[in-house]
T-cell receptor
Framework: DAKTTQPNSMESNEEEPVHLPCNHS???????IHWYRQLPSQGPEYVIH???SNVNNRMASLAIAEDRKSSTLILHRATLRDAAVYYC????????????FGTGTRLKVLA | DAGVTQSPTHLIKTRGQQVTLRCSPK?????VSWYQQALGQGPQFIFQ???????QRGNFPDRFSGHQFPNYSSELNVNALLLGDSALYLC?????????????FGPGTRLTVT
């Protein structure tokens, strides 16, 4: 199973952009990159996913390095409600259904 | 749409006892996965059920077993509880048949073993 490495914690000021990095140097060609976040006292929720190209949705943007060995989740304007643990997950679409979570990055948003 | 629901919310058991946790998937979903989340850790995959069969299993002992019913709801059973089984148990549902599937997680059941 391919592994991901994330910083334990990060801080951001409210209404400023946040860049959450993830390293996945052992990624394979069939691994999708997923980001989920877990708000306090809730189950994880989907944020965004990608394979090779950068992706945008209403919640965030995902920037994937050309060699795919790292990616960055971008929150364009952090709000207090974005304070959560953010998980970067790889999932091989061929032959596995499990998501392997690391310990994630705890994002603190300062008012 | 109620989303993924789990019951009970909290549970306290004694070592050696058995426990059953329940999960109802989001409407339209046919696949249920179970995860264990210890305090301060990310969720760990226990197993996934599809078409009433265990499709994939993580690194958990046989004390952990499950079931999926024809209506796609699922149960997680843990026998011979240990103190180390204290955790948040998360259920996630999804729809099989796509290369990417978004998992919807329930709020979890907090199990405390004393």
């Amino acid at each position: 199973d391919a592994k991901t490495t994330q910083p334990n914690s990060m801080e951001s000021n409210e209404e400023e952009p946040v860049h959450l990095p993830c390293n996945h140097s052992t990624i394979s060609g069939t691994d999708y990159i997923h980001w989920y976040r877990q708000l306090p006292s809730q189950g994880p929720e989907y944020v965004i996913h990608g394979l090779t190209s950068n992706v945008n949705n209403r919640m965030a943007s995902l920037a994937i390095a050309e060699d795919r060995k790292s990616s960055t989740l971008i929150l364009h304007r952090a709000t207090l409600r974005d304070a959560a643990v953010y998980y970067c997950i790889l999932r091989d679409v061929q032959g596995t259904y499990k998501y392997i979570f690391g310990t994630g990055t705890r994002l603190k948003v300062l008012a | 749409d109620a989303g993924v629901t789990q019951s009970p919310t909290h549970l306290i058991k004694t070592r050696g006892q058995q426990v059953t946790l329940r999960c109802s998937p989001k409407s339209g979903h046919d696949t249920v996965s179970w995860y264990q989340q210890a305090l301060g850790q990310g969720p760990q995959f226990i197993f996934q059920y599809y078409e009433e069969e265990e499709r994939q299993r993580g690194n958990f002992p046989d004390r952990f077993s499950g079931h999926q019913f024809p209506n796609y709801s699922s149960e997680l059973n843990v026998n011979a509880l240990l103190l180390g089984d204290s955790a948040l148990y998360l259920c996630a549902s999804s729809r099989t048949g796509e290369p990417f599937y978004e998992q919807y997680f329930g709020p979890g059941t907090r199990l405390t073993v004393t």
